[in-house]
């Protein structure tokens, strides 16, 4: 298991947070081994397997049942296990070839309209405010811009460097998952709010700190967590009349899903908006294209005079 988890961050440049997951999913994946007696990976049978992931989502007396989102991901583990044990030469076959795992239902992603998005960002008010609780209050600001204006993950916005950050050509790098980068073109609105913080507010939080390259720093001058980037946008949503609980909740994603929205909406190709969203496959994108669809449904539904019968 220890080779298969350094094959995946050395080969594949897995994120610390699925090699954490997966860590978790395979050290119980092995306890369940251990429990049926079998001591090496060649030993293993397709029913094993089977029960594994059945157990996953019945749970059991230790451990309660997974969402199937989160059995699925367990399920992708074993399998990947058992394929580098084929590979690698220590098992014969691979039992976890013909299981099945679960499919998480494929739920559309939720985007904000564009008024509720401008609301958002306003909270934390203008990029021109002053006095004591202004370097917090830029740096919000500048957060919420940067989400919106480069469609970044939460911690492709906290993992950004200064360095990583050109105002003047309105661009950022972003480090995306499995080591990959892009440049991605950062808005008018969100570049505005970018200068006016690492300008007038990032200086003197990064006087309290010890010195990182973070673009987005924490009042003590660390780099702000995604904990932390939650929380502001969460402020920020309460602010602004925006659910914060409930399957509605405004989440770090949100910013995302209305960002490739908006952008498909506005006629953007869908490859161009893969490119910015640093998908490694159109696959993935093309989930957007199906709101923008249900959108037009429903306009259409309450426009056109004979669209009911």
């Not at 906290?158 to 980068?181: C, F, I, M, N, S």
């Not at 969100?190 to 006087?207: D, H, I, Q």
């Given at each position: 298991m220890r080779t298969y988890l350094d094959h995946l961050t050395v080969e594949r440049g897995l994120s610390a947070n699925t090699l954490t997951s997966y860590r978790r999913d395979l050290e119980r994946y092995l306890a369940t081994l251990a429990g049926a007696g079998i001591g090496d990976l060649a030993s293993v049978g397709a029913g094993v397997v089977e029960a594994h992931l059945a157990r996953l989502r019945s749970g059991d007396d230790d451990h309660p049942p997974l969402a199937v989102s989160s059995a699925a991901r367990a399920a992708s583990a074993v399998r990947g296990l058992h394929r580098f044990a084929l590979r690698e030469g220590l098992a014969g076959a691979d039992p976890s070839r013909d299981v099945r795992p679960p499919k998480p239902p494929r739920r559309l992603p939720r985007a904000l309209p564009v008024d509720d998005v401008v609301r958002l960002l306003e909270t934390a008010g203008p990029v021109a405010v002053t006095g004591a609780e202004a370097p917090l209050a830029l740096r919000d600001r500048a957060l919420l811009e940067f989400l919106?204006?480069?469609?970044?993950?939460?911690?492709?916005?906290?993992?950004?460097?200064?360095?990583?950050?050109?105002?003047?050509?309105?661009?950022?790098?972003?480090?995306?998952?499995?080591?990959?980068?892009?440049?991605?073109?950062?808005?008018?609105?969100?570049?505005?709010?970018?200068?006016?913080?690492?300008?007038?507010?990032?200086?003197?939080?990064?006087?309290?700190?010890?010195?990182?390259?973070?673009?987005?720093?924490?009042?003590?001058?660390?780099p702000l967590s995604r904990q932390g980037a939650w929380t502001i946008l969460r402020r920020a949503a309460e602010r602004a009349g925006l659910?914060?609980?409930?399957?509605?909740?405004?989440?770090?994603?949100?910013?995302?899903?209305?960002?490739?929205?908006?952008?498909?909406?506005?006629?953007?190709?869908?490859?161009?908006?893969?490119?910015?969203?640093?998908?490694?496959?159109?696959?993935?994108?093309?989930?957007?294209?199906?709101?923008?669809?249900?959108?037009?449904?429903?306009?259409y539904a309450t426009a056109h005079p004979r669209a009911h019968g």
């Open positions: 919106y204006g480069t469609g970044a993950r939460i911690s492709e916005a906290v993992g950004a460097a200064v360095d990583d950050v050109d105002p003047d050509e309105g661009t950022v790098l972003l480090h995306g998952k499995g080591g990959r980068t892009r440049l991605v073109p950062v808005g008018g609105y969100a570049v505005e709010a970018l200068r006016a913080y690492l300008v007038r507010a990032r200086p003197g939080l990064a006087a309290a700190g010890r010195g990182t390259p973070a673009v987005f720093l924490n009042a003590r001058g660390g659910p914060v609980d409930g399957p509605a909740a405004v989440s770090p994603h949100t910013l995302r899903h209305s960002y490739a929205t908006h952008l498909l909406d506005g006629g953007a190709d869908v490859r161009v908006v893969q490119e910015l969203l640093g998908h490694a496959s159109v696959t993935t994108t093309q989930v957007y294209t199906l709101v923008t669809v249900e959108r037009l449904r429903e306009v």
